[in-house]
């Protein structure tokens, strides 16, 4: 079994995250291991839940533990403050304590709302990940960042609330559709771009391989982790380094805008990368020859490679409402080689426009 340690420096919770295929197997170990108490409550979606809630229930159940499944919506309509609330009501029914143990099971969303709830019932509960989709395998379970949705945008309540540990299964996988899986790689390529070159020629064995060779697979997921939970362990609350893990978000976050969301996250990451690479030939000394073989290897994993319809105008007023503005001027984080992110401010908005209209608006490739 891999193991990944988190330690949060000056605070006395630390945490592990382990990846192992068939891992849901021996969860009740990992649990009897931080002698969690045997009542606890699954959380998951209507997707999740119907793969492997029941499966999940009665290895728990096997191992003389007492878990109650509870099921919300799939999607972001999950991470709203009725669905919080929903919960946090069906677990005073079910008579939760102080000490309940929650568990995520699923995806980012469940894991958003999951450590959210956990954060504020009775003050705080420890939760622990146990994460479905390739992106909260190696991004969104790793790091404590909680949150649920309002009308006016995402993520807007949230809070930091470490999980206890975080169980990783690669075989969840197997059945997770193509395009969540897209999702997921175009974080696992961020993470290579910004920290580790060997994960990126990992990645160079295209999809299709990667996710038929379950060796490689857990390798991949190990190492693209071990960098969010590195970035995580210095900067828990995102004051320094943990920006260089929005390389391509913030042309990313405005393509998705611009596209009233129906733009797939993954694939707005992936656009915004490869126009954050040919920004980081012009402004940060990216030689052009690793630029193009990033571009190449966005591509190659099947990101990015529909035309894009947006008005280009959009975007860049998007831009100026991103939230990663710091002092209200746009940050970005670029790359002076692969493997070796800057951060830049002050971009010229020409320049902007010209790395969109040549990457994403179909000019030259
Ligand atoms: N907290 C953080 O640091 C952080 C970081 C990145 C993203 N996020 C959040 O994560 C969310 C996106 O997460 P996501 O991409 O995992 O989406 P998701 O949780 O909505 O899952 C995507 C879809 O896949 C289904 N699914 C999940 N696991 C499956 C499996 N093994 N087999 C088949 N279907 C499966 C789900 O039911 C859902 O329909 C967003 O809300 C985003 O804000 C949080």
Redesign the pocket.
């Known amino acids: 079994m891999r193991e990944i340690s988190l330690p949060l420096p000056g605070r006395d919770q630390s945490y592990r995250i382990y990846i192992d295929p068939g891992l849901r197997f021996r969860l009740p170990q990992l649990l009897v291991s931080l002698k969690f108490p045997r009542r606890c409550f699954l959380i998951t979606?209507?997707?999740?839940g119907s793969?492997?809630g029941e499966q999940v229930l009665s290895i728990l159940q096997e191992a003389d533990y007492s878990p109650t499944l509870l099921t919300v919506p799939?999607?972001?309509r999950?991470?709203t403050w009725p669905v919080a609330q929903r919960l946090a009501r069906e677990l005073l029914a079910l008579g939760a304590d102080r000490k309940s143990l929650c568990l995520a099971l699923?995806?980012?969303?469940?894991?958003?709302l999951t450590?959210f709830l956990a954060s504020i019932f009775m003050r705080g509960v420890p939760f622990i990940q146990v994460?479905?989709?390739?992106?909260?395998m190696v991004?969104?379970?790793?790091?404590?960042?909680?949150?649920i949705?309002l009308p006016e945008g995402?993520?807007l309540l949230?809070t930091f609330h470490q999980p206890r540990l975080v169980a990783i299964d690669p075989q969840?996988?197997?059945?997770?559709?193509a395009a969540?899986r897209r999702?997921?790689l175009a974080?696992v390529i961020k993470h290579g771009f910004i920290q580790d070159l060997d994960l990126l020629s990992h990645l160079e064995k295209g999809p299709a391989r990667i996710f038929r060779d379950e060796a490689e697979l857990t390798e991949i997921i190990h190492r693209a982790a071990a960098i969010k939970a590195q970035v995580v362990a210095v900067d828990e609350r995102e004051g320094g380094l943990r920006r260089i893990l929005n390389f391509g978000h913030t042309l990313g976050h405005a393509l998705e805008q611009a596209s009233h969301f129906r733009l797939p996250?993954?694939e707005a990451v992936a656009w915004g990368m490869l126009a954050a690479l040919r920004l980081s030939e012009k402004m940060a000394g990216l030689p052009p020859q690793e630029g193009a073989w990033g571009r190449r290897l966005i591509r190659q994993t099947g990101l990015a490679r529909r035309p894009l319809h947006l008005d280009p105008q959009i975007v860049i007023e998007a831009l100026p409402l991103d939230k990663k503005r710091r002092e209200g001027r746009l940050v970005f984080v670029l790359l002076r080689r692969l493997g070796e992110p800057v951060i830049q401010e002050d971009i010229p908005l020409g320049l902007i426009n010209e790395a969109l209209q040549q990457e994403v608006f179909g000019g030259k490739r």
């Open positions: 979606d209507t997707r999740v793969l492997y799939r999607g972001e999950a991470k699923g995806g980012g969303v469940v894991g958003d450590g994460p479905t989709t390739l992106l909260a991004d969104a379970a790793i790091g404590g960042k909680t949150a949705n995402k993520n949230g969840f996988l197997r059945s997770l559709p969540q999702n997921g974080e996250h993954g």
